[in-house]
């Protein structure tokens, strides 16, 4: 069974940064694809960024130029680099892993991420 765990979450600033960990009980390049998706209060969850085994990143429009994701497979663990944070990227964040290029097939917990205005 993969665990994901995902922590850095907290409150933050209109304006400030945050750096949210998904430290993986595998090595993280077993799989296809990890990613973190997010899911404000009363709506769906959303795609945030994702990263595959060889590097190449996809990002929602919403968050282009001010979030960036990241691995490192030395350390079995993907990051989310948030700068610019809004009051609408309040939202738990989950880490997700996938084994093919159909969806992901391991969450984690998540992390709440809160901006204030």
């Known amino acids: 069974q993969v665990q994901l765990v995902e922590s850095g979450g907290g409150l933050v600033q209109a304006g400030g940064s945050l750096r949210l960990s998904c430290a993986a009980s595998r090595n993280i390049f077993s799989f296809y694809a990890m990613g973190w998706f997010r899911q404000a209060p009363g709506k769906q969850r959303d795609l945030v960024a994702t990263?595959?085994?060889?590097?190449?990143?996809n990002y929602a429009d919403s968050v282009k130029g001010r979030i960036t994701i990241s691995r490192d497979n030395a350390k079995d663990t993907v990051y989310l680099q948030m700068n610019s944070l809004k009051p609408e990227d309040t939202a738990v964040y989950y880490c997700a892993a996938g084994v093919s290029r159909v969806g992901m097939n391991y969450w984690g917990k998540g992390t709440l991420v809160t901006v204030s205005s």
């Open positions: 990263i595959t085994r060889e590097g190449t990143t």
